[in-house]
């Protein structure tokens, strides 16, 4: 197995030291740093979403996998930054206000930085008017907005007349949540809803026009 084979392996498994290493190993092999995380990484957590999709792992699994990548990523990122690479993407992402419910936010950020998004997270309880700001600041492709409560549903679809109304273009908006879905979607006016972090991450490939 190649070095890149087996930090893959490394990180679907959830071992963070042995990822670590053998990101530091494939760097002394004098593999580029964007080589390690397109050919290995990227995968790897691409992977560990299809196989939370079809019910294989569950939320510890996906949270031990995503701890060993941020391993790898630590030694990475200042030889990306260094070298000029950043993700062609911008992401936003959020629980609306009134909920301070994380969990499904945090493994939808989880699995975009997976997928080489560079991931802005507002936390929780994240009025209208902050995600317009955040909007007009980072200059995002896609905003995501979570809710786990039906009481504040009402919530998403005001943010999302708030993004529309501030006349921000080129940013698509995702839906996700227990309570959330596709019909509701469709009557606010959302660009896409996703049911888990796994489907997040095919959606917002296609909705930013990065899928194959």
């Known amino acids: 197995m190649t070095t890149l084979e087996l930090l893959s392996q490394s990180v679907g498994a959830g071992k963070a030291k042995d990822a670590k290493a053998l990101a530091q190993r494939a760097l002394d092999e ?30 510890p699994e996906m949270l031990v996998a995503a701890r060993a990548m941020k391993e790898a990523m630590a030694l990475l990122e200042p030889r990306l930054i260094a070298a000029g690479i950043t993700p062609k993407y911008t992401a936003l992402i959020g629980t609306v206000q009134g909920d301070l419910h994380d969990i499904g936010k945090n493994l939808v950020a989880i699995m975009w930085k997976g997928a080489n998004f560079k991931v802005v997270d507002l936390g929780t309880n994240v009025p209208p008017a902050k995600f317009v700001a955040a909007i007009q600041e980072h200059r995002p492709q896609l905003v ?69």
């Open 30 to 59: 004098g593999l580029p740093p964007g080589d390690i995380v397109d050919r290995s990484l990227v995968p790897a957590m691409a992977a560990v979403g299809e196989r939370f999709k079809n019910n294989e792992i569950f939320v």
């Open 144 to 212: 995501g907005l979570s809710a786990l409560l039906t009481t504040t549903m009402p919530a998403i679809a005001e943010t999302v007349k708030a993004i529309r109304a501030s006349g921000a273009t080129g940013v698509k908006v995702m839906v996700g949540g227990a309570p959330v879905t596709q019909q509701y979607a469709d009557e606010i006016g959302a660009d896409g809803y996703a049911a888990d972090a796994g489907s997040a991450v095919d959606r917002a490939l296609v909705l930013v026009g990065a899928a194959a």
